[in-house]
């Protein structure tokens, strides 16, 4: 299986800071990579398709780069809203895995 | 609009099958432009993918987790289900289904979720 590895697992911030959240691959997934994200209870919502490909109607304070091994999510100024857990998830191979989670929390 | 909803047990016991429906509305699980997946979260954990299947009936399962799944679909009623056989308690989990779309370059991604049904296995 291919291991994804998020980093940090955690970050505070503050209503309008820019946030990076990095995504590592074991090997190389080319841009075969997905963010989403996740608030308490319920269930997870599709922000970038394939590295960088904002999902309609996603505001544009999220954005997706990379390709290869090393991905990052980033949130140009961070809203209320916006606090949660945040996955990334590769389909390069046949067995799909996720990254452990990055929980972003009001600092 | 697509919707999902997951119905199915929520506690089932040690040994047993763990059985789940999920309901699609907005679209078609008989058509060929999308797939159909099982996600679970175990409580204050992260995802693990299970397995999807394509309306063809063809399948693929996390390899983890293939010698105890099924993933079918029923075509008449719009569903696909998910049987988990010889659960045990690190079964127990909010699983979740999913519609899986597919990009030009064949890239694979969730784009519509259950609202997610906890399922505990306990005696």
């Known amino acids: ?107 | 609009q697509v919707q999902l909803q997951e119905s199915g047990p929520g506690l089932v016991k040690p040994s047993q099958t763990l059985s789940l429906t999920c309901t699609v509305s907005g679209a078609s699980v008989s058509g060929s432009d999308y797939y159909w997946s099982w996600i679970r979260q175990p409580p204050g954990k992260g995802l693990e993918w299970i397995g999807y299947m394509y309306y063809s009936g063809s399948t693929n399962y996390n390899p983890s987790l293939k010698s105890r799944v099924t993933i079918s679909v029923d075509k008449s009623r719009n569903q696909f289900s998910l049987n988990l056989t010889s659960v045990t308690t690190d079964d127990t989990a909010v699983y979740y289904c999913a519609r899986v779309s597919i990009t030009m370059t064949a890239i694979y991604y969730f784009d519509y979720w259950g609202q997610g049904t906890l399922v505990t296995v306990s005696s």
């Open chain 1, 1 to 107: 299986d291919i291991q994804m590895t998020q980093s940090p697992s955690s970050l505070s911030a503050s209503v309008g800071d820019s946030v990076t959240i990095s995504c590592r691959a074991s090997q190389t997934i080319s841009n075969y990579l997905n963010w989403y994200q996740q608030k308490p209870g319920k269930a997870p919502k599709l922000l970038v398709y394939a590295a960088f490909t904002l999902k309609t109607g996603v505001p544009s304070r999220f954005s997706g780069s990379g390709s290869g091994t090393d991905f990052t999510l980033t949130i140009s100024s961070l809203q209320p809203d916006d606090f949660a857990i945040y996955y990334c998830q590769q389909s390069f191979d046949s067995s799909w895995t996720f990254g452990q989670g990055t929980t972003v929390d009001i600092k």
